[in-house]
């Protein structure tokens, strides 16, 4: 069940929408209801996977159990490394086959599995909550708390990465609390921008890139269209997954729950590090938090501090996706932060414009690594790219500048909903892009968000 979709707008959402409100002041009821919801709205998918979602609810919540009881730290190590082999045996198993086959050249019968939708998202809440068990940062929660933290349905699918502290606080409020019209308000218009960025901006990229990433796959492309496809797909994965946040942000507020914003204009980066502190905010911290500052940081020399932005960077592109683009493309980053680092220690520095210009340069390359199927195609691509020149033109250009126009230098969404106030002119501006969208999800099949294939 897509957020742009009839099904979802014009069934599952006023019904849960109604049935959380009338039970709103009770708490354990609506909460056991949102609960129910969200294991509907899973199930919607594919009913097959909700025992795997359900027995990795109960079965991290009965280990927390033992280990507050216990405080044996081999018990959240054990939790953990479970965690994560289930989710290498459905993301990676293929991966780490096929390398083990090509090096050995001793073939190998392994299973294909579907890959659960969400199951790298809900994974990493578990980590988060084990991480903080084990620093004692986190409190034991009864099965409804746990349950709604890691099944909540606007985020389960794609994110944001939502820290247990940042929300389960939230669940005792009432959500009839002062200020309710003004969060249900500026949640429906955030849901609205999102939905807007969806369909007339990340779909209308998305039918320009696919066509260039395809023909990758089978030789050499005119260097204007490689080009194209890259600066459509940069724009595309910008306004499908932050429209996929604001959607799913606005989504909880309708519920009276704030989640954390994910996205903070990063195509105004001038640095790479300034775009990693602005793009999939809460991935980044999440990176830098569990992962570099535990490798050591830049608290234990340069070397090391270069050699954890490769590794946190790489297994990040390997969190993305189980293949060879996204590991290089991790690398890639990786490689690149490090050497921020190092032109930093020197004392070096850019003028604001042409760092800027060399952050989007590379950052349009790299996600032709993220989007190609396989490194050929990436080579392909990134080859025809070198190979332009200006005057051969860009053919899609009406569409690409507008929308990279809008990605560089419009407001984010958060500024402009916080710059909201009741205006009439607003409210027929909100109705008429709401007609609009709905018209256009009448045109044809909806796209699935990007973010759901990690």
Request: proline share 6%; with cysteine; net charge positive.
């Amino acid at each position: 069940m897509l957020f742009n979709s009839f099904t979802f707008l014009f069934f599952f959402l006023p019904i849960v929408l109604a049935g959380y409100w009338l039970v709103s002041g009770r708490e354990s009821a609506r909460l056991w209801f949102l609960v129910v919801a969200s294991l509907v709205f899973y199930a919607w998918w594919d009913v097959s996977f909700v025992p795997l979602l359900l027995a990795s609810v109960l079965l991290n919540w009965l280990a927390a159990g033992l280990f507050a009881a216990t405080r044996r730290k081999a018990v959240a190590v054990l939790a953990i490394v479970v965690n994560l082999a289930s989710l290498g045996l459905y993301k990676y198993l293929g991966f780490f086959a096929g390398i083990v086959q090509d090096l050995s050249a001793v073939p190998l019968d392994v299973p294909t599995l579907a890959l659960p939708l969400g199951i790298s998202f809900y994974t990493f809440h578990h980590i988060i909550y084990w991480a903080d068990l084990i620093a004692g940062r986190a409190p034991r929660y009864s099965l409804r708390d746990y349950s709604l933290y890691i099944v909540l349905f606007p985020q389960i699918l794609a994110g944001p990465l939502v820290r247990h502290s940042e929300i389960v606080h939230q669940f005792r409020l009432d959500p009839a609390r002062p200020g309710w019209e003004e969060r249900m308000a500026r949640g429906a218009v955030l849901f609205i921008i999102g939905l807007c960025k969806k369909l007339f901006l990340a779909d209308a990229l998305a039918r320009m890139a696919e066509p260039v990433f395809a023909g990758a796959r089978h030789g050499p492309l005119p260097p204007a269209e490689a080009w194209q496809g890259a600066l459509a797909f940069t724009g595309q994965i910008y306004f499908d997954f932050s429209g996929y946040s604001d959607m799913a942000i606005g989504l909880a507020l309708l519920f009276g729950l704030t989640l954390p914003f994910n996205f903070d204009a990063p195509y105004r980066a001038t640095s790479l590090r300034d775009f990693w502190r602005r793009w999939h905010i809460t991935l980044s911290r999440f990176l830098r938090d569990y992962l570099y500052v535990p490798m050591g940081g830049n608290r234990a020399g340069l070397i090391r501090q270069c050699l954890a932005l490769v590794a946190t960077m790489a297994l990040g592109g390997l969190w993305h996706g189980a293949g060879w683009t996204f590991v290089v493309w991790g690398l890639a980053h990786g490689v690149a932060l490090a050497l921020g680092v190092l032109w930093r220690r020197l004392g070096l520095r850019l003028p604001g414009a042409v760092g800027w210009v060399v952050t989007m340069l590379f950052i349009v390359a790299t996600w032709v690594l993220f989007r190609a199927e396989t490194l050929p195609a990436a080579t392909a691509i990134l080859e025809a790219m070198l190979a332009w020149r200006p005057w051969d033109g860009l053919p899609g250009w009406r569409t690409l500048l507008p929308a990279l126009a809008i990605a560089a230098l419009g407001p984010t969404s958060q500024q402009a909903v916080a710059a909201l106030r009741p205006r009439a002119w607003l409210a027929m501006g909100a109705a008429v892009a709401t007609v609009a969208a709905l018209l256009t999800l009448n045109e044809g099949v909806p796209y699935e968000f990007i973010y759901f294939q990690f």
